[in-house]
């Protein structure tokens, strides 16, 4: 069974910067496809960004520009740094690998 942890959300002023952290139970030298969703309140959870083991990456249209996701090998931690952040990214984040969800961070973007 592999855990996810995320941490690092929080209330940001629009323009504003965070980085989101997830922390993974097992190595993440050789597992694929790990990435960010995010559920904002009344909408479908979204794809945010994801990378592989065969260094590609894909982002949201919404996000490209803004967010940079990378992994951290020597800690199994995979992170999601957001900069420019809008109103309209407020949403819970949820790290993802397979099938296992972590329990998510919440980020609110707002003067």
């Known amino acids: 069974q592999v855990q996810l942890v995320e941490s690092g959300g929080g209330l940001v002023q629009p323009g504003g910067s965070l980085r989101l952290s997830c922390a993974v139970s097992?190595?993440?030298?050789?597992?694929?496809?790990v990435g960010w969703y995010r559920q904002a309140p009344g909408r479908h959870r979204e794809l945010v960004a994801v990378t592989t083991t065969r260094g590609n990456i894909n982002y949201a249209d919404s996000v490209k520009g803004r967010f940079t996701i990378s992994r951290e090998y020597a800690k199994n931690t995979v992170h999601l740094q957001m900069n420019s952040l809008k109103p309209e990214d407020t949403a819970v984040y949820y790290c993802n690998y397979i099938s296992h969800w972590g329990q998510g961070t919440q980020v609110t973007v707002s003067s």
């Open positions: 097992r190595s993440i030298f050789n597992i694929d496809a």
